[in-house]
């Protein structure tokens, strides 16, 4: 038994899962589900589709060099079986699957830090400017604190009276 | 799925190009064969100057298939043409190689000397 990965989206597919495909020169396809098989027939190049691990990693979307990346190279000598080995093997499996999700998701963060700094300024301009459709202008106008904007206020003495009450 | 009137690739360098399988050799009411099966089949293109010719009735065996072979493991395999190799009474290849990969099946069913010529078993 052995854990292979599509050809087309690069998931592992499991055994009873999927087709393989035999091209006329030897070569084997595999995959995982007739979504991909499809889009294989439909002779679309995977680094062009935008779902794929292949594009993914193609565009930097995706973690692409890591020493995690190492562990799951394809071994074809069969090891004689070992209980303490496979024991060792089966936590050390847990324990770089668990290290190499989080590598994989900080550098989605990273990518997607530069993003959060724009939007948040975008969100700023667009409450200034529209800040009427949040406060009514009446409102405004009275308590100038609501306002981002700095607005002058002239305040004359016949008003400062009427606000005492109001401070106190 | 191989049914008389089925153009089959000549898989082996038995100087046969392209056979036309006439009859599924097993159960008379078999409709299709897959791989395993034997044909009787027809040459229809040959390399010329050879002991095989045109029109030359023989068995051969079917090695692959465009149609899905499925195994009790859940592994399902798909050939991308139907291929035959041109095998005598006995079932003993009448070429010398083998071309193309070859499905671990025709062991279980004495096709050994093919399943030995061949590059690749799946």
Redesign the interface.
Known sequence: MRLEKCWFCSSTVYPGHGIQFVRNDAKIFHFCRSKCHKNFKMKRNPRKVKWTKAYRRLHGKDMTQDSTFEFERKRNRPERYDRNLAENTLKAIKKIDKIRSDRASDHIKNRLKTGKVQRQKEARKQLELGIHLVKAPLALAQDSSLCLLKIKVNVSQAQTEENQPMEE | MIQPQTHLNVADNSRARELMCIRVIGASNRRYAHIGDVIVAVIKEAVPNTPLERSEVITAVII?TRK?LKRD?????????NAAVVIDQEGNPKGTQIF??IARELRQLNFTKIVSLA??V?
Do not use: H, T
């Open positions: 692959s899905e493991n859940g592994m399902i395999i798909r050939y991308d043409d193309g990969a590059p690749e799946l």
